[in-house]
């Protein structure tokens, strides 16, 4: 989905628009809702006080992944799950394909 934020360097925001087709379509497959990415171009795949807001009032214990991306050599990815203002960070096991 597009960062519709108005300042996008420090803040994500779904576009309205693209996030109602995202839900209709998960709806249309009986598909569930259960993780949230984002990135950002700083080192550190830490959340924000806005992601931690965000995530306890609008994704009610789903899975936030952040993905932090500063250079084409270095990366970092970290998951959590927010509820009731309560962070939680989850282990991450990337794997070259699931069956």
Request: glycine share 4%; no cysteine.
């Amino acid at each position: 989905m597009t960062n519709a934020a108005s300042e996008p360097a420090t803040y994500w925001q779904f576009d309205g628009a693209e996030q109602l087709m995202a839900y209709r379509q998960m709806e249309a497959r009986n598909e569930e809702h259960v993780i949230t990415y984002h990135s950002r171009i700083n080192p550190g795949a830490y959340l924000s006080k806005l992601d931690v807001q965000f995530a306890d009032e609008e994704l009610g214990g789903r899975h936030l992944l952040i993905v932090s991306i500063p250079d084409s050599e270095n990366a970092e990815i970290r998951s959590h799950r927010i509820s009731d203002s309560r962070v939680m960070e989850e282990m991450v096991r990337v794997v070259p394909s699931y069956e």
